[in-house]
Structure formats: structure tokens, C-alpha cells
């Protein structure tokens, strides 16, 4: 039988529950330090290891597939900055195993090339961004290959948070510095000496050798995407750095050089063509500078031998669909989504959360990846639903790699400080991943049954904002049936191939109109798997092999086929989910997770003050089950007429159990 818990230890650094918290509206809290090595159920039998063995990664319409034509989804984390350079190379074997045992299958790795990040990847102290420090590269070597031999693809940016310095000998330097540093941005569009040190830089990083194994980068077939530049676009963001009011006479010269050719050449008023921030003729301009660009240092990384997946830039920061057209030069549209909340109460006819914005970003015939999405203000009570909804969205639509942001932004060598952007050690986004994980990569939840397609002319494109913030249609669609964007043919954009919906995809063209009853409080994916109840702020699932229900339970007796739960707190999740896949009724190998709300102690320490569940969880199995903590010790339950009756009281410092034979 599999093992089923990752229980690495080091002496220095156990979990560690002590006396019941005392805080003020917490009372009876537990305080709870869950380090980077503590137990979480080991899903690593999901990844085949090690990752690399069938070749590159591909685009196959909509999907990706390994070369052999066999479909693949990945389900990823971030690994950023300090996490790189300072987590201490005794640690980072232990590290590669416990995130294959949460579940993922692809790392990003982020933030390698920050000037807030010291040591990155340059050479430091340095008078320019040009050489690389070998010390980080080899720690970058390690991690890699302890990722490998674990099943875990690898994703590489290229250019993230690098600053550029004047002796990087940049045109024009002095207009875009300040402190001595340049964040070139926007202005990597049009500057030629910009492009020569970022094409300088990928042909460094990926012509680079793992000292482990002598592969360059380009050839590992490990390696599976790279990204041209992060958060980077002149359609909806940085545009307006290269515009007459802003002190940048030079770089707006060429600017408006550009800007003025494109009118000329294709019949455009030259007065709006410039105007970054309108709609209309400038959107349609500046979707052409970025493409020259992404083109540029597309074909340099084919020249250097790369044939993997390349992303240009993020749809990203709540930009509309008419940013889209450059972005479908790429081998994917990525997109970057972040919400207030975990979105339980979003009224689909007036609000949208970051799963909507993730919608409006799924071009027809083209794969989707999210390589950052998450929570905002840490720390919201409720994230530890936004796992769970975002597996069940995805696997509902078919987005091919959700990536959160991230597992950990600060040195794995020790315990962490409470950090949105270092799950690895929150006890709330740590209790749904595994759940969220198996339920995504396993296919738990089926695709919807219909495609509907924002059909949208060339006008309707460019002309005005085209987003979740204006389309009712989308917003009470995406969480029903799966929805695309298609590409109209547009004269101007020569290059773009218009992407199409499917036949069977039913064609939406006015935006405005609403798929949801104006009086419903509930939305129900077209397949019957998952609803939301946003007039009470519940999410369910319910499947053969998951069932969950998470959000404002207390006070109501919910119940699925196989999971009935009656919970006293305000805000929890429980899920059920067959581990062996069989269906949870025949199951010998059950997976139930949980949780209620946690928060930090304070700023300074790493505890977490967790709230320990009350009520009761009955499981609908087979006879002959019992039921079991990580490490195999006896829990107390009963059963009674065909249902596994289970006093949350008995399990409340636990986040998951076991049932089955052992």
C-alpha cells in the first residue's frame, strides 16, 4: 500500500500545538506552528518521476500533451526569491518531497532576478545586471534536480524584477533612472538597447549548464515554459510611460515615430493612434509594438535551441480582452488573477472575482495557465476555499496549469513568518491543497458540458472595455458552462491568427445579457458537480470520488451523497475523496480534510492561532473501514447504518484523516 504521509523530520523544527490561545474573540484557539516539515498527506504517487522522461511539453489546441500525444495538466506553486538563493542545500531535497507530497507537479520558478532579492542571480556586489553569479546558479541547480527526481516540471521567467544600472550601457538611461536603477518596462518595447540586454540575459540563463548534470537549460526537457518578461504590456499598463507628459522626450520620440508609421500605413487617425490610454486605433497600435517585440525574443530563444512552451508577457492587473491579440503569439495565454476574498458571496449579475477574470483570459483553441493566483489582504478568513474553487473551476473548464503564488517566498531552512506569499506554512491553504490537488489532477470533476463563446467583431475588440467588469454574460456563464474568447480577423493585425470556438460552441454576442435568473441565489455548473450558493455563501462538490462543502456551514445539516456535515463554526470546509480511484462508496482508501479559520498570533513569530472544529461528520462507505490519523494512530468513530459517524471534537487539532483498510 502507498505510503500516504510525508513526516520528514528535524529536531529543531517540529510542529509544534501548545496550550489553548487566550486572544480576544479567540478564546479556545489553538496555537499552532505548522513549519515546512510537518506531516501532509503524500500525494507524490500522482507524479511520474522523473519529470523530463517523455520530452518536451507541447501546445496541442487547447491543451498541452507531452510529445507522445499524452494530455497533461499541471497543478503548481511558485517558488520565489529568498526561498532560491537562502534555503540551505541539506533542505532542499526535503523541500522537493514535500511539495510533491501536497500534490504538485510544476514549480515556477520567480523573482530569481530582483534587486530586492540579494543574492539573485547577477554577480553582486556588481556594476551591472550582465554576469551571472555562478554561487546562485548552482543553487538553482539543486533545486532543479531535486524537483526532477521528485516528478516536478519546471517553469522559468526570464525577466521578473531585474533593475537595470548605467553601466548595463542602456540608450537614454539617465531619462528612466531612478536611484541609480531602471525599471524598463514599457520601455523595453521601443528601446533597442534595452532588447540587446535581455536577449543577452536569455541566452545566458538558458545557454547555462547545470553543474549537476551538464544540460543547458535550452535542452532540458524538464523545463517546460519560460515567460519573456512579467507583468509587462503596453496595452492596459505601461503604455502611458512612453507618453509626452511623462519627462521621457527621447523614448516618446520613438514612440510617437511608431505610433505615426502604424496610422500612416494602415488608414488610422494618427491623433488617437498614440493615445495609450483610449480605446479604439491605439489599442489596436500598441497590441502591434508588443508583438514585434515578443517576436524578437521569441525567435532568439528558438535560436538558442529552446523548443518548449513560451509565454510573452501576463494577462494580468485587470486587463480587458482587446490586450489579448499580442498575447496569442505565445505557445499559451498566462494569466495572473487575485481577489479580495475567496469570492463565496460574489452575486454573479453585479460582481466579479479573480476565477472570472481567469475566464476572460481563455482564448478558443489555445491551452490557459495561471501562474500566479491567490487571496489579497492576508490574512482573509476564508482562503482556504479558494483551492478548492479554483481546482473545481479548472478542471471544469480545462485551464491547463493553475500555479499559486506562492509555496514560499522566504529561506525554506527554517520555520516561516506568516506570509500570503509562503503557503507553506499557512494551516489554512495548507489543509484544502491536497484536497484541491487530487481533485484537479485525477479529473474529479468532469469538463462542462457546454462551450459558450464571446463572439466579438473587430470593432467590439478595440473599441471600449471588454472585461468582467462590464460583461454580465461572463460573469454568470463561466462558473455554469466552460467559456472562450474567440479573435476576429482584423485588417490591421496581419499576423494574428483569429481563433475559433469549436462548432458545437454556442456563439454569445450580446454581453450584456444575463444566463442567471435575476432572482437565483445559487449557480450550478451545467454537469451537476459543484454549486455555489451565494445568497448563503456555500461552495459544493459532489462527485464519485470528491465530495466537499465549504463556506458558512454553521447551522445547517448539509448533506451529499456520501458526506453529511454539521459544523458550529462560522467558516470551514470538509472534503471526502477516494485515494485509490474507486468511487467514495466502494473506497478501501479515503482522504478527509478540514478546517476552520486560522490567523497569525502576531507579526513577529511564526503560530498561527487555529480554531478546532465542533459538530459531527458522517461518511456514507464501505463496511470494514477505520479510521486514522497521518502516522497510522486509531481515531474513535462508529457506524451507524451505513454511515461513519465522526465527533469533530476528537480530531480538532488534526486538518486530515484517514479512512480505510490498513
Same mark, same amino acid.
Given at each position: 500500500m502507498r505510503s500516504v504521509v510525508v513526516n520528514i523530520f528535524f529536531a529543531s523544527l517540529l510542529a509544534m500545538v501548545v496550550s489553548p490561545a487566550k486572544a480576544d474573540g479567540m478564546e479556545g484557539w489553538h496555537r499552532y506552528q505548522h513549519n515546512p516539515y510537518s506531516s501532509v498527506p503524500d500525494l507524490s504517487f500522482l507524479n511520474e518521476k522523473p519529470s523530463g522522461q517523455r520530452g518536451r511539453v507541447i501546445a496541442k489546441g487547447a491543451e498541452l500533451a507531452f510529445?507522445? #500525444?499524452?494530455?497533461?495538466?499541471?497543478?503548481?506553486?511558485?517558488?520565489?526569491?529568498?526561498?532560491?538563493?537562502?534555503?540551505?542545500?541539506?533542505?532542499?531535497? !526535503?523541500?522537493?518531497?514535500?511539495?510533491?507530497?501536497?500534490?504538485?507537479?510544476?514549480?515556477?520558478?520567480?523573482?530569481?532576478?530582483? =534587486?530586492?532579492?540579494?543574492?539573485?542571480?547577477?554577480?553582486?556586489?556588481?556594476?551591472?545586471?550582465?554576469?551571472?553569479?555562478?554561487?546562485?546558479?548552482?543553487?538553482?541547480? %539543486?533545486?532543479?534536480?531535486? %524537483?526532477?527526481?521528485?516528478?516536478?516540471?519546471?517553469?522559468?521567467?526570464?525577466?521578473? #524584477?531585474?533593475?537595470?544600472? !548605467?553601466?548595463?550601457?542602456?540608450?537614454?538611461?539617465?531619462?528612466?533612472?531612478?536611484?541609480?536603477?531602471?525599471?524598463?518596462r514599457g520601455f523595453n518595447f521601443i528601446s533597442q538597447s534595452i532588447q540587446a540586454r535581455m536577449l543577452e540575459f536569455q541566452r545566458q540563463y538558458l545557454g547555462y549548464r547545470n553543474h549537476l548534470t551538464g544540460i543547458r537549460y535550452a535542452d532540458d526537457p524538464a523545463?517546460?515554459?519560460?515567460?519573456?518578461?512579467?507583468?509587462?504590456?503596453?496595452?492596459?499598463?505601461? #503604455?502611458?510611460?512612453? %507618453?509626452?507628459?511623462?519627462?521621457?522626450?527621447?523614448?516618446?520620440?520613438?514612440?510617437?515615430?511608431?505610433?505615426?508609421?502604424?496610422?500612416?500605413?494602415?488608414?488610422?487617425?494618427?491623433?488617437?493612434?498614440?493615445?495609450s490610454w483610449e480605446y479604439g486605433p491605439s489599442k489596436i497600435f500598441l497590441n502591434d509594438l508588443e508583438r514585434r517585440f515578443f517576436d524578437r525574443m521569441s525567435a532568439d530563444l528558438r535560436k538558442i535551441g529552446f523548443d518548449g512552451l513560451i509565454a510573452p508577457t501576463n494577462f494580468w492587473g485587470k486587463m480587458p480582452v482587446s490586450s489579448l491579440p499580442s498575447l496569442s503569439q505565445g505557445s499559451m495565454i498566462d494569466v495572473h488573477s487575485y481577489g479580495a476574498n475567496a469570492g463565496l458571496g460574489m452575486k454573479p449579475h453585479v460582481e466579479n472575482d479573480l476565477l472570472s477574470w481567469i475566464a476572460s483570459g481563455q482564448v478558443a483553441d489555445m491551452p490557459l495557465t495561471i501562474s500566479e493566483w491567490n487571496?489579497?489582504?492576508?490574512?482573509?478568513?476564508?482562503?482556504?476555499?479558494?483551492?478548492?474553487?479554483?481546482?473545481?473551476?479548472?478542471?471544469?473548464? #480545462?485551464?491547463? !496549469?493553475?500555479?499559486?503564488?506562492?509555496?514560499?517566498?522566504?529561506?525554506?531552512?527554517?520555520?516561516?513568518?506568516?506570509?500570503?506569499?509562503?503557503?507553506a506554512s499557512d494551516p489554512a491553504i495548507l489543509a484544502s491543497l491536497p484536497a484541491s490537488a487530487l481533485l484537479f489532477r485525477q479529473g474529479h470533476v468532469r469538463p462542462a458540458k457546454k462551450t459558450y463563446a464571446i463572439r466579438l467583431?473587430?470593432?467590439?475588440?478595440?473599441?471600449?472595455?471588454?472585461?468582467?467588469?462590464?460583461?454580465?454574460?461572463?460573469?454568470?456563464?463561466?462558473?455554469?458552462?466552460?467559456?472562450?474568447?474567440?479573435?476576429p480577423e482584423v485588417k490591421e493585425l496581419?499576423?494574428?491568427?483569429?481563433?475559433?470556438? !469549436?462548432?458545437?460552441?454556442?456563439?454569445?454576442?450580446? %454581453?450584456?445579457?444575463?444566463?442567471l435568473d435575476v432572482d437565483a441565489g445559487i449557480v450550478e455548473a451545467d454537469t451537476g458537480d459543484f454549486s455555489r450558493n451565494f445568497s448563503e455563501g456555500v461552495f459544493s462538490v459532489n462527485t464519485e470520488n470528491s465530495q466537499l462543502i465549504a463556506g458558512a456551514m454553521a447551522g445547517h445539516d448539509i448533506v451529499l451523497d456520501a458526506l453529511a456535515v454539521q459544523i458550529g463554526q462560522p467558516l470551514a470546509f470538509v472534503s471526502l475523496q477516494s485515494l485509490d480511484s474507486v468511487a467514495i462508496e466502494r473506497s478501501g482508501d479515503l482522504l478527509i480534510s478540514f478546517s476552520a479559520r486560522s490567523q497569525p498570533a502576531n507579526?513577529?513569530?511564526? =503560530?498561527? =492561532?487555529?480554531?478546532?472544529?465542533?459538530?459531527?461528520l458522517r461518511v456514507r462507505a464501505a463496511p470494514g473501514l477505520t479510521l486514522r490519523d497521518l502516522k497510522g494512530n486509531p481515531l474513535p468513530s462508529k457506524r451507524v447504518e451505513g454511515w461513519y459517524v465522526i465527533d469533530l471534537e476528537d480530531i480538532s487539532n488534526l486538518r486530515w484523516i484517514r479512512l480505510g483498510k490498513f
Open positions: 510529445e507522445d #500525444g499524452t494530455s497533461v495538466k499541471f497543478w503548481g506553486a511558485n517558488l520565489q526569491a529568498y526561498a532560491l538563493f537562502a534555503t540551505e542545500p541539506r533542505h532542499i531535497k !526535503a523541500q522537493a518531497k514535500r511539495i510533491a507530497a501536497l500534490g504538485f507537479n510544476l514549480v515556477r520558478i520567480h523573482h530569481h532576478d530582483s =534587486l530586492w532579492v540579494q543574492p539573485n542571480v547577477f554577480d553582486a556586489p556588481a556594476e551591472n545586471t550582465r554576469t551571472l553569479n555562478i554561487s546562485s546558479m548552482k543553487r538553482l541547480d %539543486l533545486w532543479l534536480e531535486a %524537483l526532477k527526481a521528485e516528478g516536478i516540471y519546471i517553469w522559468l521567467d526570464l525577466h521578473v #524584477g531585474r533593475r537595470m544600472v !548605467a553601466n548595463d550601457q542602456i540608450t537614454w538611461f539617465e531619462e528612466i533612472a531612478q536611484d541609480g536603477h531602471a525599471d524598463v523545463i517546460i515554459a519560460v515567460l519573456v518578461s512579467n507583468e509587462n504590456d503596453l496595452t492596459h499598463h505601461f #503604455g502611458n510611460r512612453l %507618453l509626452p507628459d511623462k519627462q521621457v522626450p527621447e523614448h516618446n520620440q520613438l514612440y510617437m515615430s511608431e505610433a505615426k508609421a502604424f496610422a500612416k500605413a494602415h488608414g488610422l487617425s494618427q491623433r488617437r493612434t498614440w493615445k487571496i489579497g489582504k492576508f490574512p482573509v478568513e476564508d482562503r482556504f476555499v479558494a483551492p478548492l474553487r479554483m481546482a473545481t473551476l479548472a478542471a471544469h473548464h #480545462g485551464w491547463d !496549469a493553475p500555479i499559486i503564488y506562492g509555496y514560499s517566498q522566504q529561506s525554506l531552512s527554517g520555520p516561516l513568518q506568516p506570509s500570503n506569499w509562503s503557503v467583431s473587430a470593432d467590439a475588440l478595440f473599441d471600449e472595455e471588454v472585461s468582467p467588469n462590464t460583461s454580465m454574460a461572463l460573469r454568470t456563464l463561466y462558473e455554469q458552462s466552460a467559456v472562450v474568447i474567440e479573435l496581419t499576423w494574428m491568427k483569429p481563433r475559433r470556438a !469549436a462548432s458545437s460552441a454556442i456563439p454569445v454576442e450580446d %454581453l450584456g445579457q444575463s444566463f507579526d513577529d513569530d511564526p =503560530l498561527f =492561532l487555529v480554531e478546532p472544529l465542533t459538530g459531527e
